[in-house]
């Protein structure tokens, strides 16, 4: 099956600074690529769709200055959490498809800002 | 916009016996994907079972089949023969079948298995 990489899987920071996490797919290009988050003991919430080759498109209530995607190639897509605050401190999942339908996820990102 | 609802949040069930997860969904749409995922404590998303809702036919993995009522909206899994390893989280998941969509989950199921 299809195999989506993160990195780093946790990450601490400070308030003010910024983060950025990689999602990769190993084994398939990806046009599109997605940005979910979860809180502890909540469900996923869709981000963003982040699309190779242009900007990215957000969910109504994401700001798009705080979480920026960037789609640079086929197999990477980026998400830079800027000037965090501890309300940032998520989980944060990608996701991605080959092809069909299916979306593979990627391990998850969990993120703690100090 | 989609809704997905799962109105249990926790579930528990024997060992070996059987056990059944409730979705339902509000769409307008006719044709879409329905999923159901499992997250255990690694919290690594692992897809169980996905139906399209073109199909009529139930979809069966192993274990682990659905109950698709189109008319009414529902989405439910049945899990036969519970294992300790099903502990997790479940969550149904919605996505339109057109264009490039991200998933609509609904708020989840923790399933118990008692020893």
């Known amino acids: 099956g299809a195999v989506v990489s993160q990195h780093p899987s946790w990450v601490i920071c400070k308030s003010g600074t910024s983060v950025k996490i990689e999602c990769r797919s190993l084994d398939f290009q990806a046009t599109t690529m997605f940005w979910y988050r979860q809180f502890p003991k909540q469900s996923l919430m869709l981000m963003a769709t982040?699309?190779?080759?242009?900007?990215?498109?957000?969910e109504q209530g994401v700001e798009k200055d705080k979480f920026l995607i960037n789609h640079a190639s086929l197999t990477l897509s980026t998400l830079t959490v800027t000037s965090a605050h501890p309300e940032d401190s998520s989980f944060y999942i990608c996701s991605s498809s080959p092809a069909s339908y299916e979306q593979y996820f990627g391990p998850g990102t969990r993120l703690t800002v100090t | 916009a989609q809704t997905v609802t799962q109105s249990q949040p926790e579930m528990s069930v024997q060992e070996a016996e059987t056990v059944t997860l409730s979705c339902t969904y509000d769409?307008?749409?006719?044709?879409?994907?329905l999923f159901w995922y499992k997250q255990p404590p690694s919290r690594q998303m692992i897809l169980v079972i996905r139906?399209?809702?073109?199909?009529?036919q139930n979809a069966t993995e192993n274990r682990f089949s659905v109950n698709f009522q189109k008319a009414a909206k529902s989405f439910s899994l049945k899990i036969s023969d519970s294992q300790l390893g099903d502990a997790a989280m479940y969550f149904c998941?919605?996505?339109?079948?057109?264009?490039?969509?991200?998933?609509?989950f609904g708020k989840g199921t923790h399933l118990i298995i008692q020893p």
């Open positions: 769409t307008s749409e006719s044709d879409y994907y």
């Open positions: 998941a919605y996505r339109s079948s057109g264009g490039a969509d991200g998933l609509t």
């Open positions: 139906q399209e809702a073109y199909k009529q």
């Open positions: 982040s699309n190779e080759g242009s900007k990215a498109t957000y």
